[in-house]
């Protein structure tokens, strides 16, 4: 419960995106750098979700009128002194999965999974959680967008092209959206924590619009990037995953109950993982 398993495909999706443009480039792969960075992004994952319910427990945000899944450590149901060792045993799994990446690719990964895992800790975690501050957004769409692709692309050529950077961008709308509905979903119990999302500058209704945007973002920017960067028109497969978001859209627009908003939260992640899925298809056709 306290990995939030419905999170997970914006850990998995930028790594097969990346990879899969590695390979369209060069025709092979490397196969330990692949399950290593998958591993990596994963436990990085897991490890942000068990911080955030730490962090919130402690700091009194998770409370029992939340509309969102039960959260282990508010509720009593695992300690935190629990909780906190999971959390730390989780990003140890990345860093060992950095440390084989750093062999293969140069330290300069090392560099990068620290970032990364410090991004998770200080989301609600720290003296000043970036998101309690309105900046969560920002930092996913970095870190699960722009950085986890482009990482994932060097560890295999060790360098940077134009293809991964592009396709980083719609991965990145499209996890930024996985949290938009979270909070959006929380805002009510959030502005009466203090925590002040960027779903609650905004508003409801504007968060909504925020969140209709990053998905059809996502889906145009997808054949403009590919043109721009020369990109094999199979990727355009990407594509055929937008009638996944129509069951989400109609949630986020026009409910405010736990159940229709964590059933959005869900679709998200899967439509999430269908563009991410079939993108590279795409890619691996046209290697």
Not at 66 to 73: D, I, K, N
Request: charged share 15%; proline share 5%.
């Amino acid at each position: 419960m306290a990995a939030r398993p419905r999170t997970l495909p914006a850990a998995i999706a930028p790594v097969l995106v990346g990879t899969s443009a590695a390979v369209e480039a060069v025709d092979d792969v490397r196969w330990g750098a692949f399950v290593a960075a998958l591993v990596g992004s994963i436990f990085i994952q897991i490890g942000t979700n068990l911080a955030n319910d730490y962090s919130d427990a402690k700091r009194g945000a998770d409370t029992s009128d939340r509309l969102g899944p039960v959260r282990v450590t508010s509720t009593g149901l695992v300690a935190p002194r629990r909780v906190l060792y999971a959390t730390w045993l989780a990003f140890g799994v990345a860093i060992v999965a950095g440390i084989y990446l750093a062999t293969v690719a140069g330290w300069v990964i090392l560099a990068v999974g620290a970032a990364s895992i410090a991004a998770g800790v200080l989301y609600t975690g720290g003296p000043r959680p970036y998101g309690y501050a309105g900046l969560g957004e920002l930092f996913v769409f970095l870190f699960f967008g722009l950085v986890a692709v482009n990482g994932s692309y060097y560890v295999q050529l060790e360098q940077l092209d134009w293809l991964p950077f592009l396709l980083s961008v719609s991965v990145g709308l499209l996890s930024t959206a996985v949290l938009v509905v979270n909070n959006v979903r929380d805002i009510d119990t959030d502005r009466r924590a203090g925590k002040r999302t960027l779903a609650v500058r905004l508003g409801r209704e504007r968060t909504r619009r925020l969140y209709v945007n990053l998905l059809a973002g996502a889906f145009v920017l997808l054949p403009i990037g590919l043109l721009v960067a020369d990109g094999p028109a199979w990727a355009l497969l990407g594509l055929a995953a937008a009638p996944a978001a129509v069951r989400p859209i109609r949630a986020v627009t026009s409910r405010t109950d736990g159940p229709a908003l964590n059933g959005a939260l869900a679709g998200t992640g899967a439509l999430l993982g269908a563009f991410s899925l079939l993108l590279s298809a795409g890619l691996l056709i046209a290697a």
